[in-house]
């Protein structure tokens, strides 16, 4: 079998073709142009606020935002597989953990904590928003976490040290939830199904 030149040639533009053809499919589907992603890279994590029952707060960090699904394992009476079946059951989610900078005279998360203590059946609940703002737009929001009946479950004051001349006094908060929902996201779809 002989393979000539202007044949690699016809090859190579069917298999380039082929390519773009699955390229711009891709950027149907993901909402770009030539098959490229919108963004060539991920969002720093950096740019955030969180929005507490209405009120917009600055935070050092926000950890824990997190959504699993619980596995329940059987074996059906009658199988003659010798293997357990698998089912998702109930979702949980994750306390998030926020820090924050100490100022004199605020008491607010303290006062949170103990009205979540002193009425716990009800608590105070709080609708909470976090946001990952865009850096390049002017800090247009590019995710917003919604947490459902959020309430105050730990309060940590600053640690104190004699020796720490320079550091800033720390407070640190553990938030627990009913339930996130993202804007757009693959979560928020998947939940929008039952």
């Known amino acids: 079998m002989s393979f000539s030149i202007g044949g690699a040639a016809a090859v190579g533009a069917a298999v380039g073709g082929a390519i773009n053809a699955v390229g711009s499919l891709l950027g149907?589907?993901?909402?770009?142009?030539?098959?490229?992603?919108?963004?060539?890279?991920?969002m720093p994590k950096f740019f955030f606020e969180v929005d507490i029952g209405g009120s917009n707060l600055s935070f050092q960090a926000c950890d824990g935002l997190e959504a699993s699904i619980a596995v329940m394992e059987f074996r059906d009476g009658n199988s003659q597989s010798f293997f357990k079946q698998k089912r998702p059951t109930m979702i949980s989610y994750s306390p998030?953990?926020?820090?924050?900078?100490?100022?004199?005279?605020?008491?607010?998360f303290y006062d949170w904590f103990k009205g979540v203590a002193i009425n716990n059946f009800f608590g105070d609940m709080r609708t909470v928003k976090i946001r990952l703002l865009n850096t390049d737009q002017d800090g247009a929001v590019v995710f917003e976490w919604t947490l459902e009946k959020a309430f105050l479950t730990k309060f940590t004051p600053t640690p104190l040290d004699a020796e720490a001349d320079s550091e800033v006094a720390i407070e640190e908060i553990e938030i627990t939830y009913q339930a996130f929902s993202a804007e757009g996201g693959l979560l928020d779809a998947l939940l929008g199904l039952f």
């Open 28 to 42: 149907l589907v993901t909402g770009s142009s030539n098959g490229v992603a919108p963004n060539e890279w991920p």
């Open 96 to 108: 998030i953990t926020l820090k924050k900078g100490v100022f004199a005279g605020n008491m607010d």
